[in-house]
Nanobody, 123 residues
Framework: VQLQASGGGLVQPGGSLRLSCAAS????????VGWFRQAPGKERDIVAA????????YYPDSVKGRFTMSRNNAENTVYLQMNSLEPEDTAVYYC?????????????????WGQGTLVTVSS
């Protein structure tokens, strides 16, 4: 599966953005999906991950209550709604996918990656 992330940009603290990840290729509903982010000089960290059906989604404490991941398998798209953004959320955001029945929290468990979209939170 090929992934294309979009929707990044510049937003003020407290603002919102919605990222999209469009998938093409094989049956998207067979793939678990994750969103990750990487700030300059830092590791690539998970921000959300969901099962292939979207029935369960994991969020780390750093974004819980502010970020919401959803997916539309009919449209081969996943979304990341980000609210109450903080300067610390500034990073390149990546979507990733892999076939499997679980939810996967480690970047090392994903085999398909999008190109990344930059989110900058600044006044």
């Amino acid at each position: 599966v090929q992934l294309q992330a979009s929707g990044g940009g510049l937003v003020q603290p407290g603002g919102s953005l919605r990222l999209s990840c469009a998938a093409s290729g094989r049956t998207f509903s067979s793939y678990a999906v994750g969103w990750f982010r990487q700030a300059p000089g830092k590791e690539r960290d998970i921000v959300a991950a969901t099962t292939r059906s979207g029935g369960y989604t994991y969020y780390p404490d750093s974004v819980k209550g502010r970020f919401t991941m959803s997916r539309n398998n009919a449209e081969n798209t996943v979304y990341l709604q980000m609210n109450s953004l903080e300067p610390e959320d500034t990073a390149v955001y990546y979507c990733a996918a892999r076939e499997g029945v679980s939810v996967y929290r480690s970047k090392n468990e994903y085999f398909n990656w999008g190109q990344g979209t930059l989110v900058t939170v600044s006044s």
